[in-house]
């Protein structure tokens, strides 16, 4: 196998960006819905996201700056100091998508995207009614990542909420993905879909 390597400095942040998004893959899709300070609901994907921690159950996402200041999500979470995470299923993937229109403040992206829009009870933002899965987070805290043009959010899931047609394997409580069929983002324009699941138990202690 040949092998070409590529030093990070020499390429553009763009180039960084294509290499980057397509090579950690597939990622969770961090759909996450708040209010503004307003009451302007607001609805953003980001695949910069991920669970990082079970005691406290804790989930991260870094947000993007824009050139001329921050996203609605991120200014929404410093005002409300929560946000919800919207599992996206296969059959969100289209709405979803256009969520993630370059719009105003002021533009629902619930309206935009054709979705319903319920309240948490308890946190304070909303989320999708067509969801079957929803995170309820409260933010615990920012990181500074020095220098990167991104805010690292980290909040605690405070609440579950999971659609009833959502089933446990039997004896735990993993949602069965069959029945959750969550979308990952690869690179560019492309998503994971998902397809045959595989089942390999771990191996025993040695």
């Not at 935009?112 to 309820?136: H, I, M």
């Not at 020095?146 to 405070?158: C, D, F, S, Y």
Request: net charge negative; glycine share 8%; hydrophobic share 45%.
């Amino acid at each position: 196998m040949n092998i070409r390597v590529i030093d990070p400095g020499e390429v553009s942040a763009r180039e960084r960006y294509q290499l980057m998004t397509s090579l950690v893959v597939p990622r969770p899709i961090g759909w996450l819905s708040t209010w503004s300070a307003d009451g302007v609901a607001n609805l953003a994907p980001f695949s910069y996201f991920n669970a990082i921690s079970v005691s406290p159950m804790l989930v991260a996402v870094s947000i993007g700056h824009l050139r001329d200041g921050f996203k609605d999500t991120l200014v929404n979470l410093r005002a409300r100091g929560a946000f919800c995470v919207n599992v996206v299923s296969e059959d969100l993937l289209v709405p979803m998508n256009e969520s993630s229109a370059n719009v105003g403040p002021e533009v629902d992206e619930f309206v935009l995207a054709g979705l319903s829009q319920s309240t948490s009870d308890r946190v304070d933002a909303p989320f999708v009614a067509e969801c079957a899965a929803v995170l309820e987070c409260r933010v615990q805290q920012e990181v500074d990542l020095r220098g990167a043009p991104n805010t690292l959010v980290i909040g605690e899931v405070v609440g579950i909420r999971l659609a009833e047609e959502l089933h446990f394997e039997e004896g735990t409580m993993l949602v069965i993905p069959e029945q959750l069929r969550p979308l990952g983002r690869l690179g560019g324009s492309a998503y994971a879909i998902p397809g045959v699941v595989r089942r390999v138990p771990r191996p025993d202690a040695r």
